[in-house]
Nanobody, 120 residues
Framework: VQLQAFGGGLVQAGGSLRLSCAAS????????MGWFRQAPGKEREFVGY???????YYVDSVKGRFTISRDNAKNTVYLQMNSLKPEDTAVYYC???????????????WGQGTQVTVSS
């Protein structure tokens, strides 16, 4: 599986941004898809994931503000980010693994990152 994330950019605090992650391969629907982020000087952290069934999970810091969805027909997963805060500034990565228990920690496939910058 090859992943390509895009959609990052500069946005003011309180604004919204939607990231997309396009995946190759015909078995996309069988993969759990995760989003991670890495802020400057910090370790990469898990943000949330969507199971192949459509169930989602988010870390507390983004719950209620971020929404992950997927379009299996387009082999694409989305990260809708609302009410953005300066502390959301990071490089965002999408990831995939067939094991939902693994996608939150050490997914097998990674996309390149896309920069999100939130100005105050």
């Amino acid at each position: 599986v090859q992943l390509q994330a895009f959609g990052g950019g500069l946005v003011q605090a309180g604004g919204s941004l939607r990231l997309s992650c396009a995946a190759s391969g015909r078995t996309f629907r069988r993969y759990a898809m995760g989003w991670f982020r890495q802020a400057p000087g910090k370790e990469r952290e898990f943000v949330g994931y969507i199971h192949w069934s459509g169930d989602t999970y988010y870390v507390d810091s983004v719950k209620g503000r971020f929404t992950i969805s997927r379009d299996n027909a387009k082999n694409t997963v989305y990260l809708q980010m609302n009410s953005l805060k300066p502390e959301d500034t990071a490089v965002y990565y999408c990831a995939a693994d067939q094991r939902s228990t693994i996608v939150t920690t050490a997914p097998h496939y990674w996309g390149q990152g896309t920069q999100v910058t939130v100005s105050s």
